[in-house]
């Protein structure tokens, strides 16, 4: 099978190669292009713009930072839409909000062509191992051609149904995770503060009814403010503010989220949105 792959960022590398590595033929595109050198060395051919990837290609996959870049890719010359036609696929995989996703798909449904949205959830780590959880919706044809890709790329998909879905169950998800990340922060630099051995808090919560693997992974560096980036900030802030944008309009309080944000901005501010998430800790603690 052969696939374009758009956006060579931290998760797009991982996947890409993933699927390298399992046989697909893949060409690749990212706005920087030299990013596309290491794959090229892996056996993928290079696109010189995103449009040259679709003429390509049957099915283009785009893994891109936010709704900004995911339109831009799409709508700004040389993007997909230049050679999108009938009996081609396109699946973002982007997290970005439903209207974005719905934009993407009223344009590629025009040109005849069909259309996925894919967020995953999981991170670099995942990633590189072919674990992402991916939840998918759109187009349920397209969703089963592309089964054998996301089978190498994730331990599970999920179909959701119509466009949004996907996107709407991302932003649900990462907003539990901001907020799990910012009050576990809270509790770190609590213990810290009031005289108690941090390694000691891990200990305890790792053993009791709110265990997670994140805690457990990010623990042990974040004690030693270590934030090195898997999942940067930038982008758990942008998640954040769309999953608020989300309940703005359905008139869902979210009180905790609300708070969790300003602290992500805080940090964005502090210069901290390329290290990782966890770095809200850092921020708490200044
Ligand atoms: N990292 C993670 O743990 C996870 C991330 N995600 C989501 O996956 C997506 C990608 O994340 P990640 O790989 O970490 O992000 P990175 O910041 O590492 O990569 C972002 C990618 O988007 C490209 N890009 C940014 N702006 C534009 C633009 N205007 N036009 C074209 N390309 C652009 C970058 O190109 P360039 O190299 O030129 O800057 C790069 O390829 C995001 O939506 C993120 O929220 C989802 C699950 C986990
Ligand atoms: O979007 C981030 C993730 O870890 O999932």
Redesign the pocket.
Known sequence: MEVGF?????????MAINLLRSGFKVTVW????S?CDDLAELGASIGTT?SAVIKKCKYTIA????P???L??VF?KDGVLEQISNGKGYID????DDETSTKIFMAISKKGASFLEA??????K??ENGQ?VILAAGDQELYNEMVPAFDVLGKKSFFLGEVGNGAKM?LVV?MIMGSMMHAFSEGLVLAGESGLDQQTLLDVLDLGAIANPMFRMKGPAMIQQSYP????L???Q??MRLALALSDEIHVPMPVAAAANETFKKARRLDMG?LD?SAVHKAINQ
């Open positions: 758009l956006g060579l960022g931290i998760m797009g590398k991982a990212n706005r920087t292009l990013k995103p893994m891109l930072s936010d900004e870049a995911a831009s890719v700004d995989m982007s997290t970005v967020p995953v959830s999981g991170s670099k995942p990633a992402l991302k990462n980036p898997a999942f940067p930038k982008h758990q942008k998640d390329d998430f």
